[in-house]
């Protein structure tokens, strides 16, 4: 692990809404991922099994109901918060998803 005094002081800290109390925003660098590697493979086997990107989405368009539980299963997979190199920092508060009215 690299200099982790450093990279912990680096980081960027937000604000319990409870406490009031400062803590850190993500995981510090150098430090490993909690969730094996082998429970990723499993899971990734899991997926392919179950007919990969194909039978996600044929599970997905099959009612409105596994719509809204993917979509929210996305919105859990992706990061809150996208940095770029430029500084361009890009926040993702909501994702809100209506299907328009049948005409």
Same mark, same amino acid.
């Given at each position: ?5 450093n990279s912990n002081e680096n ?5 319990? %809404?409870?406490?009031g109390a400062a803590i850190p925003?993500?995981? +510090?660098?150098? $430090?490993?991922?909690?969730? %094996? ?5 499993? #899971?990734?086997?899991? #997926? ?20 809204? $539980?993917? !979509?929210? !299963? !996305?919105?859990k997979l992706l990061p809150q918060? !996208?940095? =770029? ?6 926040? $993702? =508060? ?5 299907? %328009? +009215?049948?005409?």
């Open positions: 692990m690299k200099n982790s005094k980081r960027k800290l937000c604000i319990s %809404p409870i406490s925003a993500g995981r +510090p660098r150098g $430090v490993k991922n909690k969730v %094996p590697k082998s429970l990723k493979a499993a #899971f990734l086997e899991v #997926f392919e099994r179950m007919g990969g990107a194909e039978g996600l989405y044929r599970w997905a368009t099959k009612s409105e109901k596994n719509r809204t $539980v993917y !979509l929210q !299963l !996305l919105s918060e !996208l940095e =770029h190199g430029g500084g361009i920092q890009i926040t $993702v =508060h909501r994702i809100i998803t209506e299907r %328009p +009215p049948n005409d």
